[in-house]
């Protein structure tokens, strides 16, 4: 069964950080890019960041450019998304997503079932 | 960035009923155009790509069509499962944008 599990999320106060991890399973990790997507709570879908099956390939939202890193260890299944320097706006469910190529197609056809990050005093 | 506008934001429809949600690109996409699906408290789920691809196991009463700015997603005959909430996507560029979202609900 393909699946992708979500961990790391939580409270956090404005201005620290917090590592978002995607365990992978079920399909080949290394053959794909992944990307990030968060949904504010209540509202729509925003992209967050994706990457390539290699690496070779990163982007961003203008939302999270410079403080957010996403990365990849194919030896082990895994997707992450660092986020630093954290803000109120950044409160969220935040969805791990599989492209359906190993380019950034942006066709999201295997999604985790989210993680939330709170971001509060 | 492409902004990705969806009409209704909501309606309200019975079962059997056929459904028709438009979405509306900021400039031409071709048919770089994905629509998924989300019900409360679940992800997303990809429904049809390209347009006009139904992805495995959704059922043939889903449809989507267009090309360049105009999108349409439509359900031919409403079942009590299908009432949640659909998002058009662009995968055309960088960022890639969803729309806001059309909430089916029951009528």
């Known amino acids: 069964e393909v699946q992708l599990v979500e961990s790391g999320g939580g409270l956090v106060q404005p201005g620290r950080s917090l590592r978002l991890s995607c365990a992978a399973s079920g399909f080949i990790f290394d053959d794909y890019a992944m990307h990030w997507v968060r949904q504010f709570p209540g509202k729509g879908l925003e992209w967050v960041s994706g990457?390539?099956?290699?690496?070779?390939?990163?982007a961003y939202a203008d939302s999270v450019k410079g403080r957010f890193t996403i990365s990849r260890d194919n030896a082990k299944n895994s997707l992450y998304l660092q986020m630093d320097s954290l803000r109120d706006e950044d409160t969220a469910s935040y969805y791990c997503?599989?492209?359906?190529?190993?380019?950034?197609?942006?066709?999201?056809?295997?999604w985790g079932q989210g993680t939330t990050v709170t971001v509060s005093s | 960035d492409i902004q990705m506008t969806q009409s209704p934001s909501s309606l309200s429809a019975s079962v059997g009923d056929r459904v028709t949600i438009s979405c509306r690109a900021s400039?031409?996409?071709?048919?770089?155009l994905n629509w998924y699906q989300q019900k409360p408290g679940k992800a997303p789920k990809l429904l049809i790509s390209?347009?006009?691809n139904l992805q495995s196991g959704v059922p043939s009463r889903f449809s989507g069509s267009g090309s360049g700015t105009d999108f349409t997603l439509t359900i031919s005959t409403l079942q009590p499962e299908d009432f949640a909430t659909y998002y058009c996507q662009e995968n055309y560029s960088t960022p890639p944008m969803f729309g806001q979202g059309t909430k089916v609900e029951i009528k």
């Open positions: 990457i390539s099956w290699n690496s070779g390939s990163i």
């Open positions: 997503a599989k492209d359906r190529e190993g380019g950034r197609d942006y066709t999201l056809d295997v």
């Open positions: 390209a347009t006009s």
């Open positions: 400039q031409r996409i071709a048919t770089y």
